[in-house]
């Protein structure tokens, strides 16, 4: 019998991202080693700019699908390749389409703001996209007298009226990784390390913000950290940051947190859809040129409206 052949998914990845022309996209909440290979990597609003003015004619998202496909909407014309199709987001499942649509009906006056987190068909239906790190900022560009639709995340959402004072109509979706930290283990946490600051995720539940010195996007966490090089944190976002985060201040120390007990996973705090990249899946989307994200042309019409206004609205300066 003829031994196996392995193959070196790394070097393989680097070939073809020559061949290719491709620039390969990567969050933070990916595994490390799919960090350490991107081109370039980032949070939502970052990886949705790169993706906008990529000269690649490939692009590789490594993160989860509503991400590729923003980069799809922002480049109709380029291959978008992603590791695994499975790979969705809780705050998009927790806002249907056709459930949106009849919620929108009954606030006919209201401008519809929207998390990314969410399908291109409620982005579609949208008139501004927000990222957790641009969100605030753009809220307070809208005119006070705006009434305003927040969708899908009731977290952000609540978090962003205490921060921005307005009034919104929140839809009822949140992430199950940010929904599940245990505020128990927190405390539990704090008490045996007193010296560290707990720093947030704003798709995290009021309960747990309430006791962070600083809450932000992947980014603004990471930045936090930096910023303070030599201390200690406790980070209430999904650990795959934690990777950035040593990386820029090896002398600080880092804790995640566990989510609660329940169903199959006794204290499961990373995220199932970003987890099911991995540098073999990505191998084969390069080779087979597939899965390909792919969406009607009327669809990405629409959708692109929205995100540009996004772009244009947090443009020049980091948010
Ligand atoms: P960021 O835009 O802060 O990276 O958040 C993305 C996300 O999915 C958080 O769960
Ligand atoms: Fe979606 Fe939550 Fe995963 Fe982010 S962490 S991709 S919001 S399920």
């Known amino acids: 019998m003829l031994p196996a052949v392995r193959i070196d998914y790394e070097e393989e990845i680097h070939r073809l991202r020559r061949e290719m022309n491709a620039v390969i996209l990567a969050h933070y909440y990916q595994e490390d080693e799919i960090q350490d290979l991107a081109d370039y990597v980032g949070d939502s609003l970052d990886l949705a700019r790169r993706a906008a003015r990529t000269e690649a004619d490939v ?9 590729a496909e923003g980069a799809k909407i922002l480049n109709p014309e380029k291959l978008v390749l992603v590791p695994d199709m499975k790979a969705g987001c809780s705050l998009e499942e927790s806002c249907p389409p056709e459930a949106f649509r009849q919620f929108k009906e009954q606030y006919s006056d209201h401008m519809v703001v929207t998390y990314i987190n969410c399908s291109a068909e409620i982005k579609a239906m949208s008139d501004i996209i927000v990222t957790s790190s641009n969100a605030e900022s753009i809220i307070r560009q809208i005119p006070a007298d705006r009434k305003i ?10 978090y962003l009226v205490k921060k ?80 950035e985060m040593k990386k820029r201040s090896p002398g600080s120390i880092f804790h995640d947190v566990p989510g609660v007990s329940g169903g199959t ?3 499961c705090n990373s995220c199932p859809y ?46």
């Open 149 to 158: 639709i927040f969708a899908p995340d009731k977290y952000l959402g609540a």
């Open 164 to 243: 921005t004072g307005r009034d919104m109509v929140l839809w009822n979706g949140s992430c199950i990784v940010h929904e599940r930290f245990s505020e128990q283990e927190l405390v539990r946490l704090k008490t045996r390390h007193p010296q560290a600051c707990i720093i947030a995720h704003p798709e995290c539940p009021e309960q747990l913000l309430r006791h962070a010195v600083h809450i932000g996007s992947t980014s603004s966490l990471i930045r936090f950290s930096e910023q303070h090089a030599g201390g200690e944190f406790i980070v209430l976002t999904e650990p795959g940051i934690l990777h």
């Open 274 to 319: 970003m987890k099911l990249n991995s540098l073999e899946k990505i191998y084969h989307c390069m080779i087979n040129r597939a899965p390909a994200i792919t969406l009607s042309d009327e669809l990405m019409k629409r959708a692109r409206l929205p995100l540009e206004k996004m772009l244009e609205m947090s443009a020049a300066k980091p948010v």
């Open 265 to 267: 996973c006794v204290s």
């Open 59 to 67: 692009i590789v998202f490594c993160g989860v699908r509503f991400m």
